[in-house]
């Protein structure tokens, strides 16, 4: 397959075969050395952190060593929607470029594709009557007779919060416990099949992970084995992690299985009406537990609520109606296998509920809650993964690649190896090669009040009226809260008159769209907004950063692992909290500069910037630029990207 180009070198060549099928590939040194070294770990079965800053190609770097490499590759990256794009964008081109027999898989979670017995039960559930989810049931209907892979994702036309897929997409624990020949038509049977006789696996890292943890407890696997494991986007890695390797309980899991009971009762058990009575009676509990949180949201440790009157009488009422349910369930046993399912999730409910009741590991877990608007979730997070993660890796004799635009703090590896346990390795640092020295600016404007003053927002938004000026909009603002983003908001909409897009207005990937539609937009987002996504050319040329993204020490895991390192004599604030915001503010400033020819200023309005000994270490974990406090650069930068951009309109309409 490869004799024409047997070296990596000669692939990245300025006319190989990436040149030959990549519009716009050029050669870039910093992308062949972290390919070369992708090759040389995934042959000698090694450890690799790479950082690899915006603008290297860091995809084709691993993809194109993994492909040649003749073996197994299971790829992960952050989110679902990079997941998309890499399999359906970037290793096609890689096909035709390389390999045109390569056999490729996309492996999600259950829970993304479309179970047909679900839907055959949904469709007769009373809870669908409305004509709203009639609607949406007839289009799932449609789709699912020309889908081939069932994955809900290809359903444009029924949003992701429809109350609808939770009856139809498959669930855990049904499946397996189905006879061979009826998984015929089973989509998550037929993804975990491709994916074992694929060359090249692409999953994402909520999936990585719950695989790596049930690997680690010793109860089975999600995905296939594989010669070597390439993590993109792996800074996210440590925090996924730490909600697989804990546990939770959430009102939807509760829901979910008070409806299932429900649907499966009226096909398996149609004489059981004890059976819908005792799901309902569940359902009400479920509410009630979570209104004796109180009525606004809420994120604190369990710790604080535990012991509260109504919280624990609503705990034991759930409690109570988990059990008449399995009780029913167990007096039902045989009647099905639906049913049968829905008992063994009524036995896990009830132990994680009694297990978060209990605190039995309370020293190395960090027991907290979370309230919505009509949900709740209980969560046991690990106090660190280091541990869990370094023995699965132990045991898992694979070639292992962590990459991301941003691993390191201040050129340092150190904070990412200690919260995952990573001893070994080898570690490449490679600087984007844009060129920040002449395209970018960084501005610290002076003079602005202190973070914690009642102010602070205003004070920001007054002394960025002039850089929104000089800029014709065009800028994202990004806050650390949304507090701050709701005053920012007011204050503009009273004192400017450009188009304002707020998180939240409608779905991010719409909000971007829209961004890049308009003129002199300004978009405010908070931490989603911090990274994945990418907007280049000139309609993004000024990006804001309010206020480090410090997070907050009131955060429940947070301040369980700040008292934690104090108690074992280690300094948490140098040792994490400064590590993480350095690592968020990286991956902000990242949204301005996307492209070879992009330009811009980036704004830190943080004093403690300049104020603090440790403000050096933000300014030594971005890209190199130019540093002004003076407005008047500002203005004169944009004013030189103006008359630039004139004059290269003007010889171009000399040549017409």
């Known amino acids: 397959m490869f004799d024409k180009y047997d070296s990596i070198e000669a692939v990245f060549a300025r006319n190989g075969p990436l040149a030959q099928h990549l519009n716009g590939f050029a050669p870039r040194q910093e992308q062949l050395r972290l390919s070369e070294a992708v090759a040389s770990c995934i042959e000698n079965q090694a450890v690799l952190l790479g950082e690899a800053g915006t603008g ?41 470029a390389l390999a045109p027999t390569l056999q490729a898989s996309l492996l999600k979670g259950r829970a993304n594709y479309l179970c047909l017995h679900r839907l055959e039960r949904a469709l007769s559930n009373p809870a669908l009557r409305s004509p709203e989810r009639q609607r949406e049931l007839a289009l799932i209907t449609a789709w699912s007779r020309r889908t081939d892979t069932g994955d809900i994702a290809e359903v444009l036309d029924v949003p992701e919060d429809s109350p609808v897929w939770n009856y139809v997409v498959s669930q855990d624990d049904f499946c397996s416990k189905h006879e061979f020949e009826e998984l015929a038509g089973c989509f998550v049977s037929g993804a975990r099949k491709a994916a074992q006789e694929a060359d090249i696996v692409v999953v ?84 009630n537990f979570r209104l004796a949180f109180g009525v606004d949201t809420r994120r604190d440790a369990w710790a604080e609520v535990r012991d509260e009157e109504a919280v624990v009488r609503e705990m034991a009422v759930l409690e109570g109606a988990l059990t008449e349910v399995l009780d029913l369930l167990d007096s039902a046993k045989g009647r099905g296998k639906g049913l049968d399912a829905c008992r063994r999730r009524c036995v896990q409910l009830r132990e994680s509920l009694r297990q978060f009741r209990d605190m039995s590991e309370q020293k190395t877990c960090i027991y907290w809650f979370e309230t919505f608007r009509t949900g709740f979730m209980l969560n046991m997070t690990p106090m660190n993964v280091a541990g869990p993660f370094q023995r699965v890796m132990e045991v898992l004799p694979a070639a292992w690649v962590f990459t991301s635009a941003t691993l ?102 719409e909000l971007v769209e829209a961004f890049q539609s308009l003129d002199r937009a300004v978009l405010l987002g908070t931490s989603s907004f911090w990274e994945g996504v990418d907007v280049r050319g000139e309609a993004l040329s ?80 971005l890209p190199a630029m130019p540093i002004t406090r003076e407005i008047e650069e500002v203005q004169c930068f944009f004013e030189a990207l103006a008359s630039r951009k004139n004059r290269t309109e003007a010889d171009s309409g000399a040549q017409d």
């Open 56 to 96: 290297i190609g860091k995809t084709f770097a691993y993809l194109v060593p993994a492909v040649m490499s003749g073996k197994k590759v299971l790829i992960s990256t952050g989110t679902k929607h990079l997941q998309d794009q890499l399999y359906k964008n970037d290793l096609p081109i890689i096909r035709r």
């Open 204 to 287: 994402n890292h909520h999936l990585l992970c719950a695989d790596l943890a049930l690997k680690e407890e010793g109860f089975g696997e999600l995905l296939p084995t594989a010669d070597a494991l390439i993590i993109d986007e792996a800074h996210q890695l440590p925090e996924v992690a730490a909600g697989f390797f804990g546990g939770r309980i959430s009102s939807r899991q509760l829901l979910d299985l008070s409806r299932d009971v429900i649907g499966e009762q009226m096909h398996e058990a149609p004489d059981m009406r004890e059976l819908r009575d005792g799901a309902d009676e569940l359902e009400t509990a479920v509410r």
């Open 408 to 509: 390191t703090v201040g050129g340092d590896f150190s904070h990412f190896r200690h919260r995952l346990g990573i001893k070994d390795g080898e570690e490449l640092l490679l600087d984007s090669p844009f060129n920040y020295r002449d395209n970018a600016l960084l501005y610290l404007p002076p003079g602005l009040p202190e973070p914690r003053s009642n102010n602070y927002t205003e004070g920001v938004m007054k002394a960025m009226l002039p850089v929104l000026e000089a800029s014709d909009g065009r800028a994202f603002i990004l806050f650390t809260s949304y507090r701050a983003m709701e005053e920012a908001r007011y204050f503009l909409e009273r004192r400017t008159d450009y188009n304002l897009l707020v998180q939240q207005q409608m779905p991010k990937r």
């Open 542 to 621: 000024l990006v804001i950063i309010e206020k480090l993204p410090f997070a907050s020490p009131g955060d429940p895991v947070m301040s369980a692992r700040i008292r934690n390192m104090r108690e074992d004599g280690g300094d948490p604030f140098i040792e994490f909290q400064l590590p993480q915001a350095a690592i968020a503010l990286k991956q902000g400033a990242g949204r301005l500069i996307r492209g070879v020819s992009d330009t811009g200023v980036l704004v830190l309005c943080d004093p403690r910037v300049q104020t603090k000994h440790y403000g050096e270490l933000f300014i030594n974990s």
